[in-house]
């Protein structure tokens, strides 16, 4: 098989994830009252945004739903299989106002993901975390956040990262959407 078929190849399955994902994730957020989330969010996560970039072959995407009348981050996360093991996934950010943050720029851990935050080692990762601090949500709505997903041996400071990006889409009365089972199983509860 030569090189570029396989690069051509990767490229279509990483594209039929991500089309999967979104709309599993889009089938998957809707039970909620659609009227109460402030913000939704996207990350597409490989190894190019880590720092220093790797080239880790695994990719994912990850949706996100901030609701205002709890302060919940609830997250639908997925990726490709990773070249090592996982032992860490958490939310990054600016640890304080004024702290750099943003692409490329490594920044502090806000959020656990995996244990002992809401959700198991592996994909996928569905859970919440309550981001109640005023500045927190004002940087995450700037997209200063991060996701990172820790591996070992090999990259135990980040093998995929996946920038924190903010929708510019507002749901206002929108009745709920009943759940619908995911064909692949990577979204269900």
Not at 20 to 47: R, Y
Request: aromatic share 8%; glycine share 8%.
């Amino acid at each position: 098989m030569s090189v570029r078929f396989r690069q051509l190849f990767r490229v279509m399955v990483s594209s039929t994830v991500l089309a999967s994902s979104i709309l599993a994730v889009a089938l998957w957020v809707g039970p909620a009252a659609a009227d109460t989330f402030d913000t939704t969010f996207i990350a597409q996560i490989n190894g190019a945004q880590e720092t220093p970039p790797n080239s880790s072959p695994s990719t994912g995407v990850a949706f996100l739903t901030f609701n205002k009348d709890n302060s919940n981050l609830c997250y639908a996360i997925s990726y490709t299989p990773l070249e090592g093991t996982e032992f860490l996934a958490h939310f990054h950010g600016p640890a304080a106002k004024g702290d750099l943050a943003g692409p490329g720029i490594a920044s502090p851990i806000l959020h656990s993901i995996d244990p002992p935050g809401p959700s198991p080692i592996g994909s996928p990762k569905n859970g919440c975390v309550l981001v109640s601090d005023k500045q927190q949500v004002k940087d995450l709505k700037a997209g200063l956040w991060y996701i990172n997903i820790h591996t070992m041996p090999n990259h135990p400071a980040g093998e995929v990262r996946g920038q924190v990006l903010p929708l510019k889409i507002k749901y206002k009365n929108v009745p709920p959407i009943q759940p619908v089972a995911s064909p692949s199983g990577a979204f269900l509860n």
